[in-house]
Structures are given as C-alpha cells and as structure tokens.
C-alpha cells in the first residue's frame, strides 16, 4: 500500500469495518431489495437507491450499530464512556429515522441529536452511515449491471453520493468509483463528473511531486475536483473505500487550491 | 515477512516498443546512453549500469525454415540462490523479502566479482570520480523496482507494458500462469518452455520463451559457479570461524599475559623490596 498520511491504526479500524460490512451485506436477505430501474428517473440523475424498495430490517440495523460500537470501543477503549450509552438511545422508531436521514446523508440531523443526547457530533452520523451501508452496497451490486455512466452534478447513480474518486483501469480507462456503495462506473477522461464541462482548456490536473499514481482533476468552469488513482500500478488492489481514505492528502491539497468536492457553477452577472 | 513476488515476462506477446526500456530510465533516474548502430532496432548490446533493462531483437530461423523475429525484456533474472551475493567480499548484495536482489551502494567497493560472476552478464560497474578526482566504481543492476514494491506499486515497466507481456504477482501463481501459457503456444512454438533455471535456485523474472534458451544468448543451465559456493558457504564461514579462533587466541593470550605480568610484577615487586 501506497505510503499514507492516514495512521496506520487508523487504516487498521477502516479496513475492520470493511470487514464488517461485508458480513452484514452477507445476512440481508437480497430479497428485501427491490431494484426499480426506471431509465427516465436514472437519465435525470436520480439515484438508483432511493427508486429502490427497501425492507429494512430493523432488528439487523440495532445489531450492527452495536458491533460497530463494540469495535470503536476495542480499538480505542477511551471511546468507552462516550459509546456506552448509545444502545438505550436507540428503539425501533429512532432507527428507522436513523436510516431514513442517514440515507440522504442529514448532517443536520445528526448534530442536533448527538446535541439533544449529550454526545459528541460525529458519533450518531457515523453509527448510522456505516450501518447503512452494507444496503446500499448490495443495491449498488443489484443495479450494477444496469449502471455505465453517472449523471454529472448527480454524483453516484446508485447512492447519490458526490463523486470524488476515479481509477484508471486497462488501456487508461476513467472508471468513477464510490465510496460509499462501491459503485462504480466509466467516464471520460476529459469531463468534469460534476458539472459535466468537456472543455479541455478548463481541466487541469494537480500532481504531488514523488506520488506516481495519483492525480487531482479539477474543473476551472465548477470548481469542483476528483482524485483520480491509477490502480493498475498497484500490485495487489484495495477497495474503492480503502484508496479514498488513503488518498485523503489529496482532498486537502484540492481544497486548499480552492476546490470543491461536490463543485458549484460560477454564477457571474 | 513480505510476499514473494515474481515478474513473468511472456516474450510471445511483446511487440518490441521499448516502453519498459524507458519506464525503467525514467523511474530510476537513469541517463541516456550514446550507443552506436547494432544491426537492428535493439539499441543496446546488453544491459549496462545505466540501461538496467535492454529489449533484444533476435532474428531466428526456425525449424520451417521460416523467419522468426524474436523479441525479449532482457534484465536482472533476481536468482534464489544468486551468484553475485555470494561472491561479494563486502556483503554488499543482498535479498530482499520480496525476492529481489539489491545492491548496497554505500558497501559496495566495485571489486567487479558480481559482474564477473553473474551467470546472465546483467550486472555492470559505472565509473565515477570523487571531489579530489580520485576514481572508484560501483555495480549496478536492475532492483525490481523494490522501493516501489515496498509501496505496493509493481515494478515500473511492467506498469507500462501495454501488450501485456509481463505481469507481476505471486509466484506460485505466476508460475502457473507461465505454464499454462506455454501449453497455449507450443502449437506455433514447438520449442517454447519456461525458464525458470533450477540450478540457480529458480528465479524472480520467470520468461516463456518461445525457443530454445540459447537462441536468446541464455544459458541452458545457468549454476552459480562452484568457486562462488566454495567462497560463501564455506570459505567465509571457516574464514569467521578461523577469526573466532584466532580471537579466542588474542583473549587466551591476553589472560596468560595479564598473568604472566602479574607473576612479572609481583617478581619485580619483590625485586623492588629486596
């Protein structure tokens, strides 16, 4: 693995969590995901998760933020008196709207409750996201095949969230990956994925002196940026969630430029 | 303990671009060498110590009678059992837990016995000339790219091979890959087969060659020489133990002495008061 500014315990917790995620995906019953692939509603940019029914399970959802409580816990016992008490917050109508504002990313939300229950800000965003994301995972798995082109400004097909990393695949193919639903799908390499700007003179790309494999494409029409890794030089490669994490030096470098993850249109007079 | 890794270079599938010549220089920083005209488009007669992978072009008759033009990645096979760390007098070749074989710069003295004992010929001695002019060498070789290895990146011009014809990966898989890929061939190639010569303990670059070895100027059964065994595995060691010996000597000497001396001493001493 490419050296990191992420530590290693760090890079560790992730790669546990991965795990996790994995075996949660393993125990939802694929049944209890109903793709709807309305091409119109897809065309337009809406993602493919939220035109999906889903059953919930309630019961499976409790558990998992439980064992994620449990690993935070076990890899920094410090987190102990702050994690405790999340189980007795918890009942089947807080997880359900737990569900329902994690899935449209409602930070918001998410302060005001860890406010209202005295936690700390990031805690009930982050339980309620990675719990969330083994269902969204296997939507992304569902409607995979039906998915080859993003929607620019629409960010990921599947889960809606803004694309910020691509890798390069086989003969130099631009392949946009997300994070958060491992989704991915092809691009040109010479398009901004957020404002869909096919001007070549307004796409630059920024490089970090010694790093061989990554590049930041940024887009002088939106502002807005993605990484983009050229895994093919990796020996043995990692998950899409794994290279955001260690390619995060990147996301500071872009900000710091002036940059934005999700971009926004320059709106002149 | 990291993996083993080994580079597979299928010979059937490079078109001869050169592209791994120049992801080599370009990775490790190496300069452009004025070469004069071979005969054909291979550049270099072999590797240098700054052309650390040449591409050969050989022209080849086969058995129909028909022409052949052959191509291969020439470059540091990183033997198991290598003769150049065996026989450096300064330990300054080394394996690494990736499988490769590196030089220590700063240990080697350029005494040049890696070059000459290297059953490929793929290492090489480079001239340089200190601040008081004073001139000294060093050997050089393909590294497999191993800092890049410790990043987890495949060596450069793997990364750059657009034809596919090398990979990199576990051993044991890329071996099996090289097997398979000979039985895909031996239609076209009767001769081809794998090198992955055992008498030097097997190897880290694993070709399928479409002919014989010695069609690409290779060895048959490449051995490390016995002189380099004789030197490392049992000179050297006899050598440390014989310094063990003559230590142990110095020290028994030593304690005899200190009481030799004492026995001196307390002569003299009673010399003194006589």
């Given at each position: 693995m490419i050296k990191s500014v992420v530590s290693k315990e760090y890079q560790n917790l992730q790669k546990e969590i991965v795990q996790l995620q994995e075996k949660w995906k393993r125990m939802i019953d694929p049944d209890t995901i109903k793709p709807n692939?309305?091409?119109?509603?897809?065309?337009?940019?809406?993602?493919?998760?939220?035109?999906?029914?889903?059953?919930?399970?309630?019961?499976?959802?409790?558990?998992?933020?439980?064992?994620?409580?449990?690993?935070?816990?076990?890899?920094?016992?410090?987190?102990?008196?702050?994690?405790?008490?999340?189980?007795?917050?918890?009942?089947?109508?807080?997880?359900?709207?737990?569900?329902?504002?994690?899935?449209?990313?409602?930070?918001?939300?998410?302060?005001?409750?860890?406010?209202?229950?005295?936690?700390?800000?990031?805690?009930?965003?982050?339980?309620?996201?990675?719990?969330?994301?083994?269902?969204?995972?296997?939507?992304?798995?569902?409607?995979?095949?039906?998915?080859?082109?993003?929607?620019?400004?629409?960010g990921c097909p599947v889960c809606g969230e803004p694309v910020r990393l691509a890798v390069l695949e086989d003969?130099?193919?631009?392949?946009?990956?997300?994070?958060?639903?491992?989704?991915h799908w092809n691009a040109k390499r010479l398009e901004c994925s957020h404002c869909g700007n096919e001007d070549y003179q307004k796409i630059k790309f920024l490089t970090i002196e010694g790093d061989a494999v990554s590049q930041i494409q940024v887009c002088e029409e939106c502002n807005g940026y993605i990484k983009i890794i050229d895994t093919r030089q990796y020996i043995e490669k990692p998950s899409a969630a794994m290279i955001d994490l260690n390619s995060i030096h990147l996301d500071f470098v872009a900000q710091e430029n002036g940059f934005s993850s999700a971009g926004e249109k320059k709106i002149t007079n | 303990m990291a993996k083993e890794y080994v580079k597979f270079v299928d010979v059937t599938k490079c078109d001869?671009?050169?592209?791994?010549?120049?992801?080599?220089?370009?990775?490790?920083?190496?300069?452009?060498?004025e070469t004069a005209f071979?005969?054909?488009?291979?550049?270099?007669?072999?590797?240098?110590?700054?052309?650390?992978?040449?591409?050969?072009?050989?022209?080849?008759?086969?058995?129909?009678g028909g022409l052949d033009y052959l191509f291969r990645h020439s470059s540091c096979f990183h033997c198991t059992d290598a003769a150049c760390e065996k026989v450096c007098p300064e330990n300054a070749i080394s394996y690494t837990d990736f499988g490769s074989v590196v030089i220590d710069q700063?240990?080697?003295?350029?005494?040049?016995?890696?070059?000459?004992?290297?059953?490929?010929?793929?290492?090489?001695?480079?001239?340089?000339?200190?601040?008081?002019g004073k001139e000294y060498r060093k050997a050089h070789k393909c590294t497999m790219c191993t800092d890049r290895l410790e990043e987890g990146l495949q060596p450069a011009c793997v990364t750059t091979?657009?034809?596919?014809?090398?990979?990199?990966?576990?051993?044991?898989?890329?071996?099996?890959?090289?097997?398979?890929?000979?039985?895909?061939?031996?239609?076209?190639?009767?001769?081809?087969?794998?090198?992955?010569?055992?008498g030097v303990g097997g190897t880290h670059t694993v070709y399928v060659l479409a002919e014989k070895p010695s069609v690409y100027g290779l060895p048959e059964n490449p051995k490390v020489p016995t002189s380099a065994v004789a030197w490392k595995d049992y000179a050297q060691p006899i050598g440390k133990m014989m310094?063990?010996?003559?230590?142990?000597?110095?020290?028994?000497?030593?304690?005899?002495?200190?009481?030799?001396?004492?026995?001196?001493?307390?002569?003299?001493?009673?010399?003194?008061?006589?």
């Open positions: 692939l309305d091409k119109a509603a897809l065309a337009a940019g809406v993602p493919a998760a939220a035109l999906a029914a889903i059953d919930f399970e309630i019961s499976l959802f409790l558990q998992w933020v439980e064992e994620i409580t449990a690993l935070l816990i076990e890899s920094s016992p410090n987190l102990k008196p702050k994690l405790a008490d999340i189980g007795s917050l918890l009942n089947e109508e807080t997880a359900i709207r737990w569900i329902e504002e994690a899935f449209s990313f409602n930070s918001v939300y998410f302060e005001r409750f860890a406010e209202e229950n005295g936690l700390e800000p990031w805690i009930p965003q982050f339980l309620a996201e990675t719990a969330l994301r083994p269902y969204l995972q296997l939507v992304a798995e569902k409607v995979q095949p039906e998915i080859d082109r993003g929607v620019p400004g629409s003969e130099g193919k631009k392949v946009c990956q997300c994070p958060r639903c491992l989704a | 001869g671009c050169k592209a791994c010549m120049v992801a080599c220089k370009n990775w490790n920083d190496l300069p452009v060498e071979q005969g054909s488009a291979q550049s270099h007669p072999k590797t240098t110590a700054d052309t650390w992978n040449v591409l050969q072009y050989i022209e080849h008759e086969n058995a129909g700063d240990k080697c003295v350029g005494c040049g016995y890696c070059v000459q004992n290297c059953p490929f010929e793929v290492i090489s001695l480079k001239e340089y000339k200190d601040k008081n091979c657009h034809t596919g014809a090398m990979e990199f990966g576990d051993k044991e898989a890329m071996i099996r890959k090289a097997e398979k890929r000979v039985q895909e061939i031996k239609g076209r190639y009767p001769n081809a087969q794998v090198y992955n010569p055992q310094l063990g010996a003559t230590t142990m000597a110095l020290v028994g000497a030593f304690v005899t002495n200190k009481l030799f001396n004492k026995e001196g001493k307390e002569q003299d001493g009673g010399g003194s008061n006589e």
